[in-house]
């Protein structure tokens, strides 16, 4: 049973991987559209990246049907493999699929991190001190 989860778990991990990459050139695609002042390219950017966000959710909803499909204590485990924050755990574990799957799900993160970041900074960009992060970071000067 938990072979057959880390390997399906896999498999949508990577299809997953491969989404966040699609999401970080849209990303860059808008990034640079928004240089250019291309209202066109930035809409059609944004409506391409919204796109591949919907098929990562429905990803994510395979996913969790993965996790739920078995007792709690498979569900912790499962998660456990998705949530590692380094390659040194990855690669602390014996089994060569469980190690793959968590790294993966670490190069997601890292993927979903950059992403992010570019977005933070292209709202401030736009937005200026009327954007969410600024206001955020002015907040946290404050205290």
Do not use: P, W
């Not at 970041?117 to 600024?134: A, P, T, V, W």
């Amino acid at each position: 049973m938990i072979e057959e989860c880390v390997a399906d778990l896999t498999k949508l991990m990577k299809q997953k991987y491969q989404k966040m990459l699609k999401i970080d050139n849209a990303t860059n695609d808008i990034e640079n559209a928004l240089k250019r002042n291309d209202k066109v390219s930035t809409e059609m950017f944004m409506n391409m990246r919204m796109e591949i966000m919907e098929e990562i959710d429905s990803i994510d909803n395979e996913v969790q049907k993965i996790l739920t499909s078995g007792d709690e204590e498979l569900y912790y485990y499962l998660k456990g493999l998705l949530k590692i924050d380094t390659q040194e755990q990855a690669m602390d574990t014996e089994y060569e699929d469980e190690k793959i799957l968590m790294l993966v799900s670490l190069r997601i993160h890292n993927v979903l991190k950059g992403v992010i970041e570019k977005d933070k900074e292209m709202n401030k960009r736009i937005l200026g001190k009327d954007s969410y992060y600024s206001q955020n970071e002015t907040k946290k000067n404050m205290y």
